[in-house]
């Protein structure tokens, strides 16, 4: 063998371990995930962040401040002077102007749901979780029990503050809802049926905002509920109240009400936006109830022939009527005004006036963008208190029921078609009327035997009359009002 062959061997030789020992150096290490205890602990790691997403988080920051609300209410109940078997819905709805139903207290029990929105004990929730309670038992998820007081509630709103006795309470954080968009993430949460289902902890169901600025009218009462957000996230019997979350865990509604065939969620509930909440907290911690606004300002729908006999465009809404000593008399505004816009929001027909008023509190401001004719005008006025004069309060508060003879204000505001009688304004706590299921708006047509025309009248019916029972209408249907035994 040469020398040179020799040569190449040796080199050959060891080139070869040269390489082997940089492979070793550089070849990647095998991750043995099942039997790497490290390795293991890291994916479980990663998993459990994967788990703990936005949604499962936002839930545990509000979970803590969601309570139960059980009540024992006394209501007043329907009944029939029909007996079967005509005691039908056709033989009622026939008959009811001739033959009232008669109406009698029962006590019923109801459950709803609330927030604490403060760590010494306030809460919100809905006035028809707390109408007419007799006891209120608040139950915070951890078990905890309390009584709870009624601060303040408004049936038009169909919120209530409650307070109960404790201190240093979980509570949620509220949000702004003026900035929602239809299609983001929603949570809701509540106590669906109370404890039937034997768990203080609140439930958890999500879904979307379907859409904003909704108008309803509720099927258990009188209520017409504006500026509404509509969520599919399902609102159940019991979740009235409750908290409606975004992504970050703040409170951006109260769930209110549901559209249901059935009686469960059917994926069309209804929140009261937290902007339009926060007013009602402001108002009622200060003065423990919600004072009635007066603007004193009445629009109607600008047809073409309206526009066309006044030469105006028919765009926005046209002032018909001014109340004298009103915000809007002293602002400047007059009637045959056409209102564009209202605190930057456009008003294109009565529905977008009403809508907006329906959130309006005393001593808000609303800047108004007008036209008199074809001159572009703004005004601004400072929403006043409605109060009634020092007479109407001496002639019927000693009833506990304060009244108004039926004139052009209360004729548009609560959409009367009576030109004399008398419309129930407020109802004392502990008054006949209360006792009665009187409510603001009603129209006082008999009590006993005793035709109500005026003021006059209704005082003279109380005089004369021994059975307490009221002939009213309400919303256009004639009940009869019965205080039982």
């Known amino acids: 063998m040469k020398k040179r062959d020799i040569l190449f061997i040796l080199f050959g030789i060891i080139f070869t371990i040269f390489a082997a020992k940089l492979y070793n150096v550089l070849k990647p290490e095998p991750v043995h995930y099942y039997s790497d205890n490290i390795r293991l602990i890291n994916l479980n790691d990663e998993i459990l962040k994967q788990r703990a997403n936005a949604i499962v988080l936002a839930s545990q920051k509000v979970s803590p401040s969601v309570v139960s609300i059980t009540v024992i209410q006394t209501k007043i109940v329907a009944t029939s002077p029909f007996f079967s078997p005509f005691a039908d819905e056709f033989f009622r709805d026939f008959f009811r102007d001739f033959t009232p139903e008669y109406y009698t207290k029962k006590k019923i029990k109801n459950l709803g749901s609330g927030v604490i929105i403060s760590a010494d004990g306030y809460i919100l929730t809905n006035e028809h979780v707390i109408s007419s309670a007799t006891d209120i038992n608040i139950t915070l998820p951890d078990g905890r029990q309390f009584k709870g007081e009624i601060i303040a509630s408004d049936h038009s709103h169909d919120l209530a503050l409650l307070k109960i006795d404790a201190k240093d309470l979980p509570y949620a954080e509220l949000g702004i809802s003026g900035d929602l968009m239809i299609g983001e993430w929603v949570i809701a949460l509540g106590n669906p049926f109370g404890f039937l289902l034997e768990d203080t902890r609140p439930t958890v169901t999500v879904g979307v905002i379907s859409a904003l600025n909704r108008s309803i009218k509720s099927t258990q009462d009188d209520r017409i509920f504006k500026n509404m957000i509509q969520t599919d996230a399902a609102i159940n019997p019991g979740n009235s109240g409750g908290p409606l979350v975004n992504i970050l865990g703040q409170v951006i509604g109260i769930n209110t009400a549901i559209f249901s065939s059935g009686g469960g969620s059917e994926g069309i509930g209804f929140a009261q936006p937290i902007n339009d909440v926060k007013k009602f ?160 708006g009603d129209v006082v047509l008999q009590i006993g035997k005793v035709r109500v025309r005026n003021k006059k009248d209704f005082q003279k019916a109380f005089q004369t009359s021994r059975d307490i029972n009221f002939i009213i209408d309400r919303n256009g249907m004639i009940v009869q009002l019965y205080l039982g035994q």
Request: cysteine-free.
């Open 281 to 440: 907290i402001k108002e009622t911690k200060k003065f423990g109830k919600v004072r009635i606004p007066w603007i004193g300002l009445w629009v109607q729908d600008i047809t073409q022939e309206i526009a066309e006999s006044m030469g105006i465009g028919t765009s926005g809404v046209l002032v018909n009527h001014i109340d004298i000593g009103s915000s809007a008399q002293e602002s400047g505004i007059k009637e045959g005004d056409r209102i564009i816009f209202v605190n930057d929001n456009a008003i294109t027909s009565v529905s977008d006036w009403n809508r907006f008023v329906s959130n309006v509190f005393v001593d808000d401001q609303l800047d108004i963008k007008l036209f008199r004719k074809r001159k572009s005008i703004k005004a601004s006025l400072l929403v006043k208190e409605f109060r009634q004069s020092v007479e109407d309060e001496k002639s019927t508060g000693v009833y506990g029921i304060y009244v108004e003879n039926i004139n052009y204000r209360l004729k548009k505001q609560y959409n009367l078609r009576y030109n004399e009688g008398v419309v129930v304004m407020k109802v004392e706590p502990n008054g006949i009327g209360k006792k009665l299921g009187l409510r603001p």
